[in-house]
């Protein structure tokens, strides 16, 4: 394949929450850069490039629009991507495709994985979905998506290398997270019901920080043939991100810890609902091979997404999948019926803790025997 004497790179998407990192990332490494994308969300404040209308989701609108055209690097960070990286196989020096946790065994179907759910600190290395029945069908497709673009890979197709997402969060994502609060906080709400007390812990990574993972893959012999985990410096469980979210915005909220099997619309608010119970993923490989090191910190990054959210408010038009009811007769009688089921308990079901000791000595005086407690 004959490659262009200057750099050229084509990002496939673009208008999301990490393509304007990723255009502005490539731009100042002196890429001349595209983006390949449907033409449906023209995002303001993307950087002056030029743009390329088709679907990337089916191969005939793909092979028109790149004909015979090559690049040094496509990221592939939306569409079908078994289908994208067929369609750039010979086509680019360097693919590197966009996947997700969900490839990870126990990701879907927690119950039907001994023991129960994803690995914790699932590394790129950990069991994939398919390894043994039943598959989730969603998994299996990415799954098989991936082993894909790295089958190409091997065959000399391209450089390939994969990038596993975790829970993006940032300025225009798919999903506004951090709207379930802001918006009960903006309508006076003192009460929130959080799914098993919110101590569920599900693997974060900021826009600009998934974005840099991918900036430090391109062009880098190291990334060649490896997947790559995402994940900011600090995670925070279910709770620790509401109440972070409230304090930004100065307001006392008091959060009401309710089993997930009684709220199920608390959990589609904050959490995917595939998320059972814990997804937390080792992101260091792409310390080590890549250089990557965070651009934000997880806490400058909710601020950013909070402030960004006060000016661009939640409207079924920007968010037509975004699905919060914000019931609040439904989750009054809930609070209600909570308050009264925890006083039934304690009324006829008491149980008192258990004295605790530390296990370890702790004598008075200088002994040679056991102490008081035996110990």
């Not at 990332?25 to 001349?32: M, P, T, V």
């Amino acid at each position: 394949m004959v490659m262009k004497s200057s750099r050229t790179a084509l990002v496939v998407g673009g208008t999301g929450p990490t393509g304007p990192h990723l255009l502005t990332g490539l731009l100042e490494r002196g890429y001349d850069v595209e983006i390949l994308h449907r033409g449906v969300h023209e995002s303001p404040g993307l950087p002056d490039v030029r743009h390329i209308h088709a679907d990337p989701h089916f191969p005939e609108t793909l092979d028109d629009a790149i004909a015979t055209r090559t690049w040094d690097v496509v990221l592939a960070t939306y569409g079908r991507l078994r289908t994208v990286s067929q369609a750039f196989a010979g086509k680019c020096g360097q693919f590197i495709g966009v996947g997700g946790v969900p490839v990870y065994r126990g990701f879907f179907d927690p119950a039907g994985t001994k023991p129960y759910g994803m690995r914790l600190l699932a590394r790129e290395d950990s069991t994939l979905a398919d390894a043994c029945e039943p598959v989730a069908p969603f998994a299996a497709k990415m799954v098989a998506a991936e082993r894909e673009v790295f089958r190409l890979g091997a065959e000399g197709a391209y450089a390939a290398t994969m990038v596993r997402y975790s829970q993006i969060y940032g300025p225009r994502n798919i999903v506004p997270w951090e709207w379930a609060v802001m918006k009960r906080i903006a309508d006076g709400r003192h009460r929130m019901i959080l799914p098993d007390a919110g101590l569920w812990i599900v693997t974060r990574c900021a826009a600009r920080n998934a974005a840099e993972v991918l900036l430090c893959a391109v062009g880098n012999p190291a990334a060649a043939g490896e997947a790559f985990n995402v994940a900011d410096d600090d995670q925070q469980t279910t709770r620790q991100w509401a109440e972070n979210v409230a304090m930004l915005l100065g307001a006392d909220m008091e959060f009401v810890g309710i089993p997930s099997e009684l709220a199920p619309s608390a959990m589609g608010e904050l959490l995917s609902p595939t998320a059972r119970p814990h997804v937390l993923v080792d992101a260091s490989r792409a310390k080590r091979l890549l250089g990557y090191r965070e651009v934000v910190t997880a806490a400058d990054a909710l601020a950013e997404t909070v402030a960004w959210l006060t000016e661009h408010p939640v409207t079924a038009e920007n968010y037509p999948t975004y699905n919060a009811r914000f019931d609040y007769a439904m989750e009054n009688r809930l609070l209600a019926a909570w308050d009264h089921a925890r006083a039934y308990v304690r009324r006829h079901a008491p149980d008192t803790a258990v004295e605790m000791a530390h296990a370890m000595p702790h004598p008075r005086v200088p002994s040679l025997q056991a102490d008081a407690r035996g110990r």
